[in-house]
């Protein structure tokens, strides 16, 4: 008989579904539990918390850039303000395809397609989310038509801003500098994160030197954005509590400058390669900074166009030199009363001392002659005659009893060769050669040898030396205060914007000149006196007549030498860029000095007394005259000559 077996047993089967399904009951209860406490946590104990930080999502923080500081004239006068205007910016994160936006906007006439490179490096060198200007100063039309194909270009915005704005334009730009887009090499000079915001930074002049003075400080503002970063009022039910930090603007500064005189300089040198430059002989204010021709810097402020820069920098009148600070030129005969000074320090003649000047000067045992300037000699002449009809011969003599060595430590006393100490950058130091400068200048043996003709060319301002018109300037009112020296400046205030105060900077002494006896400066002084008011002064054409007392001092500069057998010609003769450079330095009034300054011309038609002089003496009269004394002037002048007087001879003070 045989026996059932069970296979299955159903009973322990079902007892072990109705265990297993308990317990998944409860794990679901539980986790529903937990899901829902954290529901509870994260939407009512944590709400306020995770509120906030959504918040942020929506949100965008903006820097607000601060207002740049104002550049005043010494009397007030804006030189440099900040004005209104619209910016196309473009931000990184927000466009999809830099190219094709750029491209775009270019050929909405918005950008110029040259600009585009350029374009790209400025966006590479910034964060993605910051908004990097990339059209400034829009013009209404260009704010339209952007406007109107905004949908086209996300991430590219219309923002208004200050923007610097040069309302005399070309005036004192040279002293005044400029702005212009911050650089690679800006951002390393520069701490990029205090110019959140800011597309300009000063570029030259006080504008760059100031920086720091005239930048601000960077605000800050919270915006509610939609999810294409625009931004927008509200989103939802609730308006967001947004921060705002306000920016700090930059400190005014107040110039030296006195815009009166300075365009008053301007204008006698239009149309001309030249400087000018006047000193205030008792504190180093500079009350005229020009040179031309000049460019207008708002330009730079607006952003240039490729052609535009190249048009400025390939120009051969080079505006964007600065002749004043950069421009090096044998000084000529403006060194003669220093030279002179010199000779009575090292004790090779006496103020009493003559020489007769038949035109030429010769060196014992060298058979060619130095000529003067003027053929036929001046005749007898003392030292303060020889400075007064500027005799070449005279301080050929007196240069080769000296030697080199002599005047170089003598001059460099009233900063010759050196740096003047000007507040701006750019400084050149000129040259005041020495027997040791000759020997590291030059390489070959021979060369480095230091020959007596060397020194005996020196002594009229020619050969190697030269300077700048700053520094003559700086000469001239060293002289004028009979050596009490200061370094020149341009900023002679600083107001805080924001509690009103106006700091007053103190002037830099510098060393004075080590004078054996103080009559020399009564020489130096003197002769410079009879220059301009002797009858035999070579500037006495341009300087007499005048309601003041002038002291100045004449200088042809050779821009090349003739030889010694060669007939001198004519300047009406020369092509226009090897005709001689025209100079003069001047102060008054002499008795109680409140203005020194100095010219150059280059390449003038004429010699510094014809044609140098009469600058100076317009700039002195707009500065030392009235307005009513300087109309009284003009009507006492005779009226000119029917015909113009024959071009002076080559090298003619």
């Known amino acids: 008989m045989s026996r059932s077996v069970r296979i299955k047993d159903h009973h322990a089967e079902s007892q072990l579904f109705e265990q297993r399904a308990v317990i998944a009951a409860v794990l679901m209860v539980i986790a529903m539990g937990l899901v829902i406490s954290r529901l509870v946590w994260l939407q009512v104990v944590k709400y306020d918390y995770f509120a906030d930080l959504s918040q942020g999502n929506r949100i965008r ?7 740049r500081g104002l550049i005043l004239d010494r009397n007030g006068l804006p030189l440099a303000t900040n004005a209104p205007s619209y910016q196309l910016e473009l931000t990184k994160e927000q466009v999809e395809d830099i190219d ?5 906007i270019a050929e909405i006439g918005l950008i110029d397609k040259d600009n585009i490179p350029t374009i790209k490096r400025d966006l590479r060198g910034r964060r ?6 990339i059209k400034l100063q829009l013009t209404e039309v260009e704010v339209a038509r952007f406007a109107a194909r905004r949908h086209q270009f996300p991430g590219v915005e219309i923002r208004p801003r200050l923007t610097r704005y040069y309302p005399l334009a070309e005036s004192s730009v040279h002293a005044i500098g400029y702005v212009g887009a911050i650089s690679e090499d800006d951002k390393k000079r520069l701490n990029i994160d205090e110019y959140a915001g800011t597309t300009l930074t000063g570029k030259n002049g006080v504008e760059y030197a100031y920086e720091g003075q005239l930048h601000g400080k960077a605000g800050m503002q919270q915006l509610l954005v939609n999810a294409q970063g625009r931004s927008v009022e509200r989103i939802g039910n609730e308006a967001a509590k947004l ?8 400190n005014d500064l107040y110039l030296t400058i006195d815009m009166r005189t300075q365009q008053a300089a301007e204008e006698a040198l239009r149309g001309q390669r030249a400087s000018a430059v006047a000193i205030d002989p008792n504190n180093g204010d500079i009350l005229a900074f020009v040179s031309t021709p000049a460019f207008d810097p708002n330009l730079f402020a607006r952003g240039l166009t490729r052609t535009e820069y190249l048009a400025l920098t390939e120009n051969p009148d080079r505006p964007m030199y600065d002749r004043v600070i950069r421009g090096v030129y044998p000084p000529g005969s403006t060194v003669k009363p220093m030279m002179a000074m010199a000779a009575l320090d090292a004790g090779v003649v006496t103020p009493e001392n003559s020489v007769f000047c038949r035109g030429a000067y010769r060196m014992p045992g060298v058979s060619r002659p130095w000529r003067d300037w003027k053929p036929g000699g001046h005749g007898t002449v003392d030292m303060r005659k020889a400075i007064a009809t500027s005799c070449d011969v005279y301080f050929y003599g007196i240069a080769n009893e000296m030697g080199v060595d002599h005047i170089h430590d003598y001059l460099s006393q009233f900063g010759m060769g050196a740096l003047t100490g000007i507040d701006i950058p750019g400084e050149k130091t000129g040259l005041l050669p020495s027997t040791e400068w000759k020997r590291k200048a030059f390489r070959r ?9 060397d020194t005996i060319s020196i002594g009229i301002g ?3 030396m030269n300077a700048t018109p700053l520094q003559l300037a700086h000469a001239a009112a060293t002289i004028a205060s009979r050596g009490h020296r200061f370094k020149p400046r341009l900023v002679r205030a600083i107001r805080n914007v924001t509690t009103g105060q106006i700091t007053e900077l103190k002037p830099a002494e510098l060393p004075s000149p080590h004078v054996k006896d103080p009559a020399a400066w009564d020489i130096a002084v003197g002769g410079m006196y009879d220059v301009a008011n002797a009858p035999y002064g070579t500037a006495r054409g341009a300087t007499a007549n005048a309601l003041y007392k002038i002291a100045g001092k ?8 003739a030889a010694a057998n060669e007939r001198v010609k004519k300047a009406g003769e020369l092509v226009e860029h090897l005709r001689d450079h025209a100079l003069f330095i001047a102060f008054a009034p002499v008795e109680a000095p409140r203005i020194a300054v100095a010219i150059v011309v280059e390449n003038a038609p004429g010699g510094g ?3 140098a002089a009469p600058i100076a003496r317009r700039i002195l009269d707009t500065y030392l005259l009235t307005p009513e004394q300087l109309a009284e002037q003009e009507a006492k002048k005779k009226p000119a000559p029917a015909a113009a007087p024959p071009p002076p001879r080559r090298g003619e003070e």
């Open 61 to 67: 923080i903006e820097p607000i850039p601060p207002n």
């Open 100 to 104: 094709a936006t750029l491209n775009g």
């Open 128 to 133: 993605s989310f910051d908004a990097v200007p």
């Open 243 to 250: 921060e705002r930090k306000e920016p700090v603007s930059g």
């Open 445 to 453: 043996k021979e060369a480095q040898m230091w020959f007596p003709g």
């Open 462 to 464: 020619q050969g190697y």
């Open 554 to 561: 004449s200088g042809t500069a050779q821009v090349f030498t």
């Open 609 to 611: 007394s014809a044609f």
